[in-house]
């Protein structure tokens, strides 16, 4: 089982609807990263997370630090939001996995017109 | 962009073979981390430098080497090319301390196929 799980891996919506895109990790994180990689390679982080919520624009997450989970929420999505989506998390400061990111498989998101 | 800069873009190797690929940090930024991601896999972290000297590494063998230097660009040497090695990589840097709880800025990628 890998450390970081995304669900769902496929992801296919129609333009205005409300997404969500989960990712579940079983070792304890510094930090939680949101990614966002397009065709061709580029990624971007979009948010960096150790507890609650965050916002930027129509892009929310949260994460639930007892639980070990986070959540990518898009809402009022766009054709433009069509990309992989990627959760990474960062270990505990002193453990073997701080100073490393591990990456979920992502998760491919298609929203057409 | 993030002001990070991967060269080259594109390289074809054959298997044996040994490949530099380049990375330039986003100012200000002093840790860099290099991540090795196959056609539809998620990235899988090599190692990091932090002011030029190695701050952690992934289950990759010794035949992946790297360097930061005072301008804290950074190199990823790979010895003894073998077909696996085929692959995007990518460079991310951040600013301070080390660790991977900053915020990571990503290159555009160096896509390698070992023939």
């Known amino acids: 089982k890998n450390e970081v799980e995304q669900s769902p891996q496929n992801l296919t919506a129609q333009e205005g609807e409300f997404i969500t895109i989960n990712c579940s990790y079983s070792?304890?994180?510094?930090?939680l990263h949101w990614l966002q990689q397009h065709p061709g390679g580029g990624i971007v982080s979009l948010f960096m997370?150790?507890?609650g919520k965050k916002k930027h624009g129509r892009l929310i997450a949260t994460i639930n630090i007892q639980e070990k989970h986070s959540s990518l929420h898009i809402t009022a999505s766009h054709p433009r939001d069509s990309a992989v989506y990627i959760c990474?998390?960062?270990?505990?400061?002193?453990?073997?996995?701080?100073?490393?990111?591990?990456f979920g498989q992502g998760t491919i998101l298609t929203v057409h017109p | 962009e993030t002001g990070v800069t991967q060269s080259p873009t594109h390289l074809i190797k054959t298997r044996g073979q040994q490949v530099t690929l380049r990375c330039s940090s986003q100012?200000?930024?002093?840790?860099v981390s290099w991540y090795q991601q196959a056609l539809g896999q998620g990235p899988q972290f090599i190692f990091q430098?932090?002011?030029?000297?190695?701050?952690g590494r992934g289950n990759f063998p010794p035949r992946f080497s790297g360097l930061q230097f005072p301008n804290y660009s950074s190199e990823l040497n790979v010895n003894a090319l073998e077909l696996d090695d085929s692959a995007l990589y990518l460079c991310?840097?951040?600013?301070?301390?080390?660790?991977?709880?900053?915020?990571?800025?990503f290159g555009p990628g160096t896509r390698l196929t070992v023939l």
């Open positions: 990474a998390v960062c270990g505990l400061a002193g453990g073997t996995s701080y100073g490393k990111l591990t």
């Open positions: 430098y932090y002011r030029e000297e190695e701050n």
């Open positions: 070792v304890g994180i510094s930090a």
């Open positions: 991310a840097s951040s600013r301070g301390g080390g660790g991977s709880i900053d915020t990571q800025y």
């Open positions: 997370l150790s507890s």
């Open positions: 100012s200000g930024h002093n840790t």
